[in-house]
């Protein structure tokens, strides 16, 4: 039997740490003062464990390296996670878009089967316990090192301590720098899954409204369409923000220029629309145009289309032109703001880059570097769409990093 540490108690570690203790003794690491720290804040506090898609479809939602990830998600599917979590007594409901949850709503459900599982494998768990050096010789690790004072000797080692962002949770990026001394190379960290700052202070006026059925389209130099999709997004004091735009934020580079799309009623061409206002105005000939807009739009919204479609908003409605009308049908249909970039990274999802994966093997998740060193979860380069597949991609890579050793 062979002594296995596991650095970081995220669902990438737990899975891998619960896998290994099949065959090995394990002692699962963590700097936090209690297990799945981050994994408690997934999803509002309700954690999308995983999506019911076909496991098939799940690499269109990975834009970080999806081909890497081939073998672990065919290896623990979704449809595995969802029993692993139904055989603990946890149980599970599918919501709109396939997003998995715990039918009650809460995430320590999630963490408590987890929990359950680490007790019965045996797995000896460590909190409190950061590692914060690593001990190596030639190409394999010796020791870790925990809290600068207690030196930990293993037969194999695995990383699973996550990416940078929400750096409270005690993902700092902590693992790749380990890595990196230990000669592997750590591709650029970047925020992904974040939201977009713009341009425009249109958006204070906006802030706290919340669109669903909207379409997003996100262009580079106004001309190239980098993204598009339809959903719900919402305005901040900085810009903007939920699943549509976290998503487009994955395509957003440095030192470009990009404009950020919104059309307001994308079911309707510009024909249907016009008709729809057509009909409003005919109910409220005699109004102020102002005050002729409360059906089809939100209220916070109709001063900022009134602006953009330069219509004066006393005018009476009986005297609104077509052409006028045409402005206002392309005001509803692009509202559009220049991108001024993303927020920090602190504020990212996930973290796009990490340990190169052209080092790992992807079917075992072992380093090719250092040959008692497996990776699992986000502390390598992969990342993928909000939906339930982050956390999919952490249980499957820490499955296939345990059970390989
Ligand atoms: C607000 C928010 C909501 C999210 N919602 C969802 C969602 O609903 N569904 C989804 O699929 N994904 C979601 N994600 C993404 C998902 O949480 C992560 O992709 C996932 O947790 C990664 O798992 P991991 O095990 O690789 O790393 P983590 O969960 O980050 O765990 C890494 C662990 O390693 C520990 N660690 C790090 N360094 C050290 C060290 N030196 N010594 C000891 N321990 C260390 C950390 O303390 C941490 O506990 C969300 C992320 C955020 C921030």
């Known amino acids: 039997m062979s002594k296995v540490i596991v650095i970081g108690a995220g669902p990438a570690g737990m899975m891998a740490a619960i896998q290994a203790a099949k065959k090995h003794d394990v002692i699962l690491l963590d700097g936090n003062e209690r297990i799945g720290k981050k994994l408690f804040i997934t999803g509002k506090g309700r954690c999308n464990v995983t999506n019911a898609k076909d496991i098939s479809e799940f690499f269109e939602y990975i834009p970080g390296n999806p081909h890497f990830l081939y073998s672990s998600l065919y290896s623990f599917t979704n449809n595995d996670t969802m029993n692993f979590f139904e055989n603990e007594g946890i149980k599970l409901k599918i919501e709109r878009g396939d997003r998995v949850f715990p039918e009650s709503d809460k995430s320590s459900d999630i963490i408590r089967g987890l929990s359950n599982a680490l007790s019965r494998t045996n797995v000896k768990i460590r909190l ?30 695995i990383f699973a301590t996550g990416g940078a962002s929400y750096p409270l949770t005690g993902s700092r990026g902590e693992g790749q720098k380990f890595a990196s001394v230990l000669g592997h190379n750590v591709t650029q960290l970047m925020p992904a899954l974040v939201p977009i700052e713009v341009v425009d202070s249109k ?16 262009k580079e130099n106004d001309k190239k369409v980098v993204y598009k999709n339809f959903g719900e997004m919402l305005f901040t004091h900085f810009g903007v923000s939920g699943p549509l735009i976290l998503s487009g934020s994955r395509f957003i580079e440095k030192g470009k220029r990009y404009t950020l799309h919104i059309d307001l009623k994308p079911a309707l061409n510009l024909g249907e629309l016009d008709k ?68 920090p990274i602190d504020e990212a999802i996930v973290t796009s880059g990490g340990v190169d994966i052209k080092e790992i093997d992807p079917s075992t998740m072992k380093s090719k570097i250092i040959e008692n060193l497996s990776f699992a979860g986000e502390v390598m380069d992969v990342d993928a769409f909000t939906g339930g597949y982050n956390v999919q991609i952490a249980f499957s890579t820490g499955f296939i990093a345990g059970s390989n050793i």
């Not at 409190?128 to 030196?151: C, G, L, Q, Y």
């Not at 009986?318 to 009308?325: K, M, V």
């Open 128 to 157: 409190k316990s950061k590692v914060t050096n690593i001990e190596f010789k030639s190409n394999r690790i010796i020791a870790v090192e925990i809290n600068n004072e207690e030196r930990l000797y293993g037969d194999h080692f």
């Open 276 to 343: 729809r206002i057509q009909k409003d105005f005919n109910k409220y000939l005699n109004k102020d145009f102002k005050n002729s807009l409360d059906e089809l739009l939100p209220q916070k919204l109709i001063p900022v289309i009134i602006n953009n479609s330069g219509i004066l908003e006393n005018k009476k409605v009986n005297e609104i032109t077509r052409e006028e009308r045409k402005t206002l049908v392309n005001a509803i249909k692009d509202l559009s703001f220049d991108i001024k970039g993303l927020r």
């Open 203 to 218: 958006t204070k006026e906006l802030m706290g409204l919340s669109l669903k059925n909207v379409e997003v389209i996100i």
